[in-house]
C-alpha cells in the first residue's frame, strides 16, 4: 500500500515540476526568440520597428556598464526607438555575447571590450568573431602596471630592477591566465623584465592582492583604480603606451623608454548580430557617432581617464577589430601567452 | 562616532523608501517565519528577484530585514503552538510551549521578544565596533589565509552537522564537485560542459540554493499532502513583557545568549539553527535556572532567541569582512552583492562607506522594528495559519521558478534549479543534509580559486601554508577539528555496530 501512494505522489510532484517548467518555457518564447523573425522586410530602410536590447556582458557598475548606459539614451534618440540595457555577466563578457546572438538580430545588441577578444583569439570563446557586426568603437584607454604607495617598490625604477634581479618572482595581479595582460607582461619579458602573473578573477581581489603585500604590481586601467589612487593607496608606475596620458598624475614610466613598441589598448565597441541588415547597420553606426560629443558620456570619459578620440564608425572599427585580432594573436604568440 | 553619524545620514537619504524597505522586509521575515516550511532562507531567496531593480543599499536592508525577523518570527508558533516555524526555534519550543500550557503564554512571547532584541542589539553592536578593525586586520591576509579559513569553514560545515558524519561528507563533496562545472576562474578551462551550452556557464550557487531550500521544501510537503502540522488556533495572542526585576534574575540567560550566538556565528558554516542548539546547551550546563529548563522556564526561551538573533550580526561579520559567507541566508545576501558588481571583504569599508553605514542602520532599525511589530502583529501573524498551506507553496514554487530566471535572464538557470529542487527531494528522503551541499558549492570554488592563486603566486611552494603564522594557526584548529570529527564518526560507528549485534543476538 505505501508502495503505491509514494508512487502516486511522485507522479503528482513530477509533473507538478514538469508544468511549472512548460509554463516557463512557454512565455519565454512568445517573450523573445520567435517575435523577432517576422519584421526582416523593415531591414532595408534601416529604421528599426522594435525595441533594441543592449547586453552588457559585466556585473553592474563596471565601466563596460556605465558606458552602455550612457550611450544607449544618445542612440535611442536618434533611432527613435527603446534600448533597454539588461546586465549579463559571465565568462569575461562570453555569456553575455552568446546571449546577443540568440536574440532577433534587430532587436539585440552588445557593448565588448578587447579583453572579450582576446578570449575569441585564445580559442577560449563562445562565439567567432564573424558572427558579430561592429557598430562602432566608443572608447579607448590604455593600461598600466600600478604599485603600492606603501609597497616594497614604490616606482618603476625599483620594481623593475627587482624583476631583472629575481626573474618571475616579483607578482603583478592579473585578469586570468592568456588574456591582454599577459600579452602586455610578455612584452617586458622581452626586454629582460620577468614577472609573475598571478591571475584574480574578481577585481576587489585583484586591488586587495596588492594592498596586503600578496603581489607587487597589479595590471589595470586608470578608470578601474581610480578610487584607490583617489585614496592614496595606488600610483602608477608604468604606463604602455609611447606617450603620458592626459589627466594621469605622477612620476610613471612610458613602457616605449624600455624598449616595448606595440600596445594593446583597452577598448570598448558596440557590436550588433552580423545578419543585421547593412543599412540598419549604418543608421545604428550614425546614431553612435553622436554618442562622443553627449556632455555626459564626455564627463564619464574624463572620470575614468579614457583617451579622446576613442570614437571609431562601424567602417573603421571593423578593419579595427580584424587588425587587433592579428595584432593579439601574433602578440601572443611571440610571447608564447598562446601556445 | 564617524559611524553614527553616517548611519543617520543613511537613514535620511533613504527617507520613506528606508523605512517602508524595513518594515515591508521584517512583516515577510515574520511571515515566513510564522508559516511552517517557509524557513527565512526561503523569504531571502524568493524576495531576491525583486530586488533586482533596486539599489544595492536598498535590497540589502530589505533582505538583511527579511533574515533578523525570519530568526524571530517563528517564535509565535512555537510557543502558542507548539510548532517551530524555523529549525532554530526548535530548542526554545519545549520551555515555550510548555509555559503556554500553564497559561503563561503571554509572559513566554513577551521574554522571546525581549530576548531578540537583546540579542539583535548586543549583535549590532559588536557588528559596527567590531567590523572595521577586523577588515582593518583582514586588509592583512593575503590568499594563503583565505584559504585555511575556507578549510576551517568546510570541516566547520561537517562537525556541526546533525546527520551522520558520512552523509555529510558525501553531501559536501557534491556540492564542492558540482561548482567546478564550466569555465574556471583562473585558466579559463572548461569543464565538466558534456558540450552543453547549458553546463558550460557554469551553475550558480543561487540556483542550487533555490532548487534545494524552495522547490525541495515544496515537493516534500506536496509529497506529505501538507500533513502533520496541524494548524490550530490558539485561544488568545497576548504578549506582557517581563518587569524589570524580573529580568535582573535572568540577566546571565540573557549574556549567555547573546555571547554564544555571537561567538559561534564567527566560525563560518554556522548558521542561527546551530547557534540556538548551543545556546540552549550551554543555557543547561551553566545557566542559574538550570534545573528548571524544559518545565516551563523563561531561561529556556531566552537563551536560543537571543542567540539565533545575535546570530545575523555574525553573519554579517564574517560576510561583509572576509566575503565569505557562512549561512545560507548570508550566501543569498552574498548574491545580491555580486548581482550589484559589489564584492564585499575588507576593502568595501573604505570604498563603499554609505552601503555599510545603510546597512549597520537597516540592522539596527530592523531589530526594533521586528520588536514592536513582533508584540503588535502577532494576531494577525497567527491568523494567517489558518491560509491552507497548498496555496502557499504555490505561491513558493511559482516565486522559485521566476527567481531561478531572473538570475541571468537565462531558462538554463531554470533547468538547474529544477533538477537540484529533484536531487534535493531525494537527498532529504536518504537522510543526506542539504547545507552541506549549498556551502561545499559555495565555498568549494572559492576555496580553489585561493588556493591556486597561493601556488602560482609561490611557484608551487605549498610549505606556504605552514611558514605563515595566521595560516598555520588556522590549518592547525581545522586538523583538530577534523580529528574529533574522525573521532565522533568512530564512536558511533561502534555503536550502531554494539546495536545491531545486539539485535541479531536477541533474534
Known amino acids: 500500500m505505501r508502495m503505491g501512494n509514494t508512487r502516486e ?11 511549472g517548467v512548460a509554463a516557463f518555457a512557454g512565455c519565454g518564447d512568445t517573450g523573445g526568440e520567435k517575435s523577432g523573425g517576422g519584421g526582416g522586410g523593415a531591414g532595408a530602410s534601416g529604421e528599426f520597428k522594435r525595441p533594441i536590447t543592449m547586453v552588457v556582458p559585466f556585473g553592474p557598475g563596471v565601466g563596460s556598464d556605465q558606458a552602455a548606459r550612457l550611450s544607449a539614451p544618445v542612440i535611442e534618440k536618434e533611432i527613435g526607438q527603446q534600448i533597454p540595457v539588461v546586465n549579463v555577466p559571465g565568462a569575461t563578457g562570453n555569456t553575455g555575447m552568446t546571449k546577443m546572438l540568440q536574440g532577433p538580430p534587430e532587436q539585440s545588441l552588445a557593448i565588448m571590450p578587447a579583453d572579450t577578444l582576446a578570449t575569441v583569439v585564445a580559442g577560449t570563446s563562445s562565439f567567432q568573431l564573424d558572427e558579430v557586426a561592429p557598430v562602432c568603437r566608443i572608447s579607448n584607454a590604455p593600461s598600466s602596471l600600478w604599485v603600492n604607495t606603501k609597497g616594497k617598490y614604490k616606482d618603476w625604477d625599483a620594481l623593475g630592477k627587482a624583476a631583472k634581479e629575481n626573474p618571475g618572482e616579483v607578482a603583478v595581479a592579473t585578469v586570468g591566465k592568456g588574456g591582454i595582460d599577459d600579452i602586455a607582461l610578455g612584452s617586458l619579458e622581452q626586454q629582460g623584465f620577468k614577472f609573475r602573473a598571478v591571475p584574480f578573477a574578481e577585481g576587489s581581489e585583484r586591488k586587495g592582492a596588492v ?35 592626459e589627466g594621469l598624475e605622477g612620476d610613471y614610466t612610458l613602457a616605449s623608454e624600455l624598449g616595448v613598441e606595440e600596445f594593446l589598448d583597452q577598448w570598448r565597441g558596440i557590436f550588433a548580430n552580423s545578419e543585421l541588415a547593412p543599412e540598419q547597420l549604418k543608421t545604428l553606426s550614425d546614431a553612435c557617432s553622436k554618442v562622443e560629443q553627449d556632455p555626459k558620456f564626455d564627463e564619464f570619459r574624463k572620470k575614468a581617464l579614457e583617451l579622446e578620440g576613442g570614437f571609431m564608425d562601424s567602417e573603421e572599427f571593423g578593419k579595427f577589430v580584424k587588425d587587433e585580432q592579428t595584432k593579439i594573436k601574433d602578440l601572443g604568440a611571440k610571447y608564447g601567452v598562446f601556445k | 562616532m564617524d559611524a553614527i553619524t553616517g548611519m543617520v545620514q543613511a537613514v535620511a537619504s533613504g527617507g520613506f523608501v528606508f523605512f517602508g524597505l524595513i518594515l515591508l522586509g521584517v512583516f515577510v521575515g515574520m511571515l515566513v517565519g510564522v508559516l511552517p516550511g517557509l524557513t527565512f532562507v526561503i523569504g531571502v531567496l524568493l524576495i531576491l528577484p525583486f530586488t533586482y531593480a533596486m539599489e544595492a543599499s536598498q535590497a540589502l536592508v530589505l533582505m538583511i530585514a527579511v533574515y533578523v525577523a525570519g530568526t524571530y518570527g517563528g517564535v509565535l508558533t512555537s510557543i502558542l503552538l507548539n510548532i517551530p516555524g524555523e529549525p532554530n526555534d526548535v530548542p526554545l519550543t519545549k520551555d515555550g510551549y510548555t509555559m503556554s500550557r500553564q497559561g503563561r503564554a503571554a509572559e513566554a512571547l513577551g521574554w522571546a521578544a525581549l530576548a531578540a532584541l537583546v540579542g539583535g542589539i548586543v549583535g ?4 559596527v565596533f567590531v567590523s572595521q578593525p577586523f577588515a582593518a586586520l583582514a586588509l592583512q591576509f593575503g590568499s594563503a589565509e583565505y584559504f585555511a579559513i575556507i578549510l576551517l569553514g568546510l570541516t566547520g560545515v561537517l562537525a556541526l552537522s546533525e546527520s551522520s558524519t558520512a552523509k555529510s561528507f558525501i553531501s559536501l563533496f557534491a556540492g564542492m564537485l558540482v561548482a567546478t562545472v564550466g569555465i574556471d576562474d583562473i585558466y579559463g578551462a572548461v569543464r565538466y560542459d558534456f558540450g552543453t551550452d547549458l553546463l558550460r556557464d557554469g551553475i550558480n550557487y543561487l540556483a542550487i540554493l533555490v532548487g534545494v531550500y524552495a522547490l525541495t521544501e515544496s515537493l516534500t510537503r506536496f509529497g506529505e499532502r501538507f500533513g502533520g502540522k496541524v494548524a490550530q488556533q490558539p485561544g488568545e495572542v497576548r504578549t506582557t513583557l517581563p518587569g524589570l526585576s524580573a529580568i535582573r534574575s535572568r540577566a546571565g540567560s540573557f549574556v549567555r545568549g547573546t555571547s554564544t550566538g555571537a561567538l559561534i556565528s564567527a566560525g563560518p558554516g554556522v548558521g542561527s539553527t546551530v547557534g540556538a542548539f548551543v545556546a540552549y546547551g550551554v543555557e543547561k550546563q551553566f545557566g542559574r535556572h538550570k534545573l528548571e529548563l524544559g518545565t516551563g522556564s523563561p531561561s529556556g526561551i531566552i537563551a536560543p532567541q537571543a542567540a539565533s538573533t545575535a546570530n545575523v550580526s555574525g553573519a554579517l561579520i564574517h560576510l561583509l569582512v572576509l566575503g565569505i559567507p557562512g549561512s545560507g541566508a548570508s550566501a543569498v545576501l552574498l548574491g545580491v552583492f555580486q548581482l550589484n558588481n559589489i564584492s564585499p571583504g575588507p576593502q568595501i569599508f573604505g570604498q563603499q562607506p554609505e552601503l555599510i553605514s545603510a546597512i549597520f542602520a537597516g540592522l539596527l532599525l530592523s531589530v526594533l522594528a521586528m520588536f514592536v511589530m513582533g508584540i503588535l502583529a502577532a494576531r494577525p501573524l497567527i491568523r494567517m495559519l489558518a491560509l491552507p498551506e497548498v496555496y502557499i507553496t504555490a505561491f513558493v514554487v511559482l516565486f522559485a521558478y521566476m527567481g531561478a530566471f531572473a538570475l541571468r535572464q537565462s531558462i538554463s538557470d531554470v533547468w538547474i534549479m529544477t533538477a537540484f529542487g529533484l536531487l534535493g527531494v531525494f537527498m532529504v528522503r536518504g537522510g543526506y543534509p542539504l547545507a552541506p551541499l549549498v556551502l561545499g558549492a559555495i565555498l568549494g570554488p572559492l576555496g580553489e580559486r585561493y588556493f591556486n592563486t597561493t601556488m602560482i603566486r609561490t611557484g608551487g611552494d605549498w610549505t606556504v601554508f605552514f611558514t605563515r603564522p595566521l595560516s598555520a594557526v588556522l590549518l592547525a584548529i581545522t586538523a583538530a577539528t577534523f580529528a574529533l570529527l574522525a573521532y565522533r564518526t568512530v564512536k558511533e560507528n561502534r555503536r550502531d555496530r554494539a546495536l545491531l549485534e545486539q539485535r541479531i543476538a536477541a533474534g
Open chain 2, 124 to 127: 549590532w553592536i559588536a557588528l
Open chain 1, 9 to 19: 505522489r511522485w507522479v503528482a510532484a513530477v509533473s507538478a515540476v514538469a508544468l
Open chain 1, 211 to 245: 594592498l596586503s603585500g600578496d603581489t607587487e604590481a597589479i595590471f589595470e586601467q586608470a578608470g578601474d583604480v581610480k578610487e584607490n589612487v583617489d585614496a592614496g593607496q595606488f600610483k602608477p608606475a608604468l604606463l604602455f603606451a609611447d606617450k603620458k596620458q
